[in-house]
């Protein structure tokens, strides 16, 4: 049998991530663009993933697109939800989790996923970006530092600077205040994480707590975050492996499932198999 390529697109508002599935499973190729719905990147993310790949467009069965730009993907064969596609893609990694927590670019999501990988209900902040990763972006530009390295200043930090702004606005007055004062970078980045994870907690305790929990998304890159998230709920959070693809390898699970069936040497419509094509 011919190997079975699908493609899950996930064009989120801040990055666009593309997973190329061979037979459902395997990771044939991927990719992730710091650009979302809107830009290039939608369309940059699925090059760099058929180029990883080694095939063409023309050998993809089936694609999904999801994410916040969802809609704007042409040639899609399916367009799902983001929550659904969060849902089955950790279902697809971690089969025994319940909660999913989705940090992304603007928004956070905490998401039920039934035993069966089946999105069973959310509790989502869209409106305010604290406690996003736009909020980590913003801080990240005022300490001069990339958001990737958020992580190893507040592993260093000896104490936890209070951030009292709930507010991104006059949270980055606060610290750029602090900064004046000049307080330990390090613990003013502790700081920040504590106050992400104070508010996704209270995300997750709105929607109820069901262990085991993952955690998905680009904000989940930084072991910061995810740490202060651990000792605000008190328990273990299941970092996937595939953090930021979560959304696009769902897709392309997805788009597995819709895949064409017949085996290679199909029957035709009208007409009946001849022994030469029960071979093929
Ligand atoms: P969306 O799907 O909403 O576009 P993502 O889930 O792709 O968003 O997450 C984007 C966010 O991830 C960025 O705003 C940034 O804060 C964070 N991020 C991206 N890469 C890293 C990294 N290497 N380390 C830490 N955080 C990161």
């Known amino acids: 049998m011919a190997d ?18 061979k037979n459902g499973t395997k990771i044939a190729g991927s990719a992730v663009i710091a650009a979302g719905t809107g830009t290039s990147g939608p369309k940059r993310a699925r090059s760099e993933a058929l180029a990883a790949a080694k095939i063409t467009m023309n050998e993809i069965q089936k694609v999904t697109a999801t994410g916040y730009g969802r809609n704007t993907v042409e040639g899609a064969d399916a367009v799902v939800s983001e929550l659904s596609c969060h849902a089955i893609g950790i279902h697809a990694i971690f089969p025994e989790v319940r909660t999913l927590i989705d940090l992304g670019g603007q928004d956070a999501k905490a998401i039920r996923v039934t035993e069966n990988g089946r999105l069973d209900g959310f509790v989502m902040n ?19 530092l990339d958001v990737s390295e958020l992580a190893a200043k507040s592993a260093m930090a000896e104490s936890v600077v209070n951030i009292s702004s709930t507010c991104t606005v006059f949270a980055e007055s606060e610290v750029i205040s602090q900064l004046s004062n000049n307080v330990d970078i390090c613990d003013l980045v502790a700081g920040i994480h504590r106050s992400v994870a104070v508010r996704t907690a209270n ?15 680009g904000v989940a ?13 008190g328990l273990e959070i299941r970092v996937s492996p595939l953090a930021q693809l979560n959304g696009a390898y ?8 819709q895949r064409d069936r017949s085996d290679k040497g199909t029957v035709p419509l009208s007409g009946k198999r001849t022994g030469k094509e029960e071979i093929q």
Do not use: Q, W
Request: with cysteine; net charge neutral; hydrophobic share 50%.
């Open 4 to 21: 079975v390529y699908t493609m899950g697109l996930d064009v989120g508002s801040t990055a666009s991530k593309c997973v190329i599935l």
């Open 126 to 144: 869209d409106k305010c970006a604290a406690g996003t990763g736009r909020f980590l972006d913003v801080m990240a530009r005022v300490l001069e």
């Open 203 to 217: 995300l997750v305790r709105r929607l109820g707590i069901k262990e085991p929990v993952a955690i998905s998304g």
């Open 221 to 233: 890159l930084n072991s910061g975050v995810v740490k202060a998230l651990e000792e605000e709920l």
């Open 250 to 257: 769902g897709a392309a699970v997805h788009a597995f499932g």
